[in-house]
Structures are given as C-alpha cells and as structure tokens.
C-alpha cells in the first residue's frame, strides 16, 4: 500500500462531531476496490488493491443475464486500542465458497479472500473514527463475466471487494421496529438457494417490504413455504425468541431447514449467550404460538440479528391483527445481547472465541 493511498484515506476520515445518522446504508464508498479474476485454464489470479471505478462489463455477461452471482457482508469496527478489526472474517469467507459452490462457481480460497480484506481495511482504514455507531461495511462479490448466453456455468469470474462507512441499518440507538407477516409470499423454498447469499434472493422479497411500508412496519417476517405458518425469518435476517425473564429466560431461533441463512451473528449470538449464562436452542414457532405467547406473558422478548443490523428488537406485530412483544420496548435479554456483541466486536471484551482479525497498519495516533 502507497504512503498516498493512507493519505487520501486520512484526509477525507470524518470529523469527530459528525453523527452516524449521516451515513446512510450502502452509500458511502471508501476510495479502494480489490479485485481478482478466474478462468478455467488458470484458475485464481492474485487480488490486487486499486481505486475504486467502474468495471468493464459485456452485454452478454452471464451474471447478469442468468444470476450467477454470490456475495457476503461483514464489518470493520474500531478498536479500544485504535487499531481496526475485521469481525470473523475466515467465516465468513467459508460462507462465501459454500454459496459459490451452490451456484456451480468457483470457490475463492480463504486466504485470497482474508488477504483482500487486509488490503482494503488497511488502505481506508483512515476514514473510520473513533465513534463506535460507525463501522466499515465490506461486502464481497463473485459474478461470472464471461460473455456467453449458453445455458451453463461461467469458464470466466470476477470477485470484487468494496466497503462503505455506516452506522446502523434501522437506527444507531436499539429503536424496536415493526414487523408485517406476509402472507402469500416466500422469501425461499427447501432445495432452492435460501441457505445461501445469492443475488437473487434478494430483489423478489422487495414487493413484500413495500408491502409492509405501506402497513406502516419496518420490515417483513417470512413464514415457511410449505404451510406458511411457521416463523423463518425478518427480511434478510435471523430472528430469535425469549421465553421467559430473568434466570429462566431462553433464547430460541428457528432450525434451519434449508431455507433459513446460517448467519454469522446468529452463530455470535449463540455464542454471546452461552457467556452471559443464558440457556439456547432451536425450536419451530407458528405465527398463532407467537401472538398466544405474547399476549400470555410467556414470549417475553423478540429480537432480528446480522451484520448490518447488529441486534434490533422487535417491538409490535402486524397480521390480520397487532400485537406487541412483552412492553413493546427493547427488553433486558436484547439490549444485554447487543451490548455483548458491540463490546465483542469493538474490543472492549476478551476476544475467547478469536472472533477479531486485526489490521495491521490501521491505528490512530493519539
């Protein structure tokens, strides 16, 4: 990395008194890329660090005609020390070749896929500051370029890395949202593409997010594909249970069944959980289960997690009826698992699990 790459970086870091609120989701790009081709005679070139652009594409590109296209999220986050730390990255470039390999694509080998992230964390490291709402969002790519409309796989790849500065996807302050249950819509179906991050999951659950803006809520809960009763998901989230409070207070999440994403901050959360002594599990719950156990008392909490949206509380339901989950306001096991996982993510814990990769060459002076 050039001393001109680090001062670009450095002279367009943000001021401290600037808010997260400022920094929309997925819309303020750091200066860099990384980018990395595959062929079927050469396999995998190295990555290589360059400013960010434009990329030349043929109108005949496979991904963009038949969809073959995997991508990942994952952040950066400042440490207590200054220096700046990638949040379980080996997983999530493990989850980056399960979902090429769903799709018939060549899978980027963890190492190709760590070293980027250190090439481009290092070089726009210096626009992160110190405010803990504000993060590095990295989001991985793999699309097949080569130019060919047969029907079958690319012999020709591309993977990119790019990132942006952000704070919270819903709020920086853990606000609860408000869900809608759709009801004649699947985000995803048992032998299809839902365990996995394709760019093709995403735009069809758009209708139903307006759907639910239009009842006013926040987000969407997609229910199984099959009955369409049980609870899968939050748009493109996890979402957990609490039964109970206190001591006796269980945290629960849907099993995967093929159609549920194997998210890494669901994984954290398990894990997050186990330390602050709470008992976990997996357990199937019907729309009916969840409104008789809040209205019961005994569904006391309910929470989405993920990369982008951290851990965000679920304070009311929309169906043919509404309810709201426990006071309606974020709750103790919620607020308790975020705090975990932000002081996790951030340093301010003892990293256990091995869950930070620090970057070497990005702290602050002080």
């Known amino acids: 990395m050039t001393e001109s790459a680090v001062e670009s970086a450095e002279s367009r870091a943000v001021a401290p008194d600037t808010g997260p609120a400022r920094f929309a989701f997925g819309e303020t790009f750091t200066d860099h890329m990384v980018t990395a081709a595959w062929t079927v005679d050469h396999g995998w070139e190295p990555g290589t660090l360059e400013p960010r652009g434009p990329l030349s594409m043929d109108p005949a590109m496979v991904g963009l005609h038949y969809g073959q296209v995997v991508f990942e999220g994952l952040k950066a986050h400042r440490q207590a020390d200054g220096t700046v730390g990638v949040f379980r990255p080996a997983d999530h470039a493990l989850r980056f070749q399960r979902s090429a390999r769903r799709l018939a694509m060549p899978e980027l080998p963890v190492e190709t896929f760590l070293r980027a992230v250190d090439d481009l964390v290092s070089a726009d490291a210096g626009l992160l500051p110190d405010d803990p709402a504000l993060s590095l969002y990295l989001r991985p790519v793999l699309y097949a370029s080569e130019p060919v409309l047969a029907l079958r796989p690319a012999r020709q790849y591309r993977f990119v890395l790019i990132a942006f500065l952000t704070g919270g996807f819903f709020a920086d302050r853990p606000d609860p949202v408000s869900v809608w249950i759709s009801r004649d819509q699947s985000r995803a179906a048992p032998g299809g593409t839902g365990d996995v991050k394709c760019a093709g999951n995403y735009a069809p659950g758009y209708l139903a997010q307006q759907q639910a803006a239009l009842a006013g809520c926040h987000q969407v809960i997609w229910l199984d594909p099959a009955e369409r009763r049980w609870v899968e998901e939050m748009g493109g989230m996890n979402i957990f249970f609490v039964r109970g409070t206190g001591t006796d207070a269980r945290v629960v999440t849907p099993p995967r069944s093929g159609t549920i994403l194997p998210g890494v901050t669901r994984d954290s959360?398990?894990?997050?959980?186990?330390?602050?002594?709470?008992?976990?599990?997996?357990?199937?719950?019907?729309?009916?289960?969840?409104?008789?156990?809040?209205?019961?008392?005994?569904?006391?909490?309910?929470?989405?997690?993920?990369?982008?949206?951290?851990?965000?509380?679920?304070?009311?339901?929309?169906?043919?009826?509404?309810?709201?989950?426990?006071?309606?306001?974020?709750?103790?096991?919620?607020?308790?698992?975020?705090?975990?996982?932000?002081?996790?993510?951030?340093?301010?814990?003892?990293?256990?699990?091995?869950?930070?990769?620090?970057?070497?060459?990005?702290?602050?002076?002080?």
């Open 269 to 366: 959360v398990f894990g997050l959980a186990e330390r602050l002594g709470l008992r976990t599990g997996e357990e199937r719950l019907s729309v009916d289960e969840w409104r008789e156990g809040c209205r019961s008392g005994e569904l006391t909490e309910a929470f989405a997690c993920g990369t982008a949206a951290g851990i965000t509380p679920i304070g009311t339901v929309h169906d043919d009826d509404r309810w709201s989950v426990g006071t309606g306001e974020p709750g103790p096991v919620t607020l308790a698992l975020r705090d975990a996982l932000t002081a996790a993510q951030q340093g301010r814990t003892p990293d256990l699990a091995h869950w930070i990769r620090r970057v070497a060459g990005t702290a602050r002076a002080r």
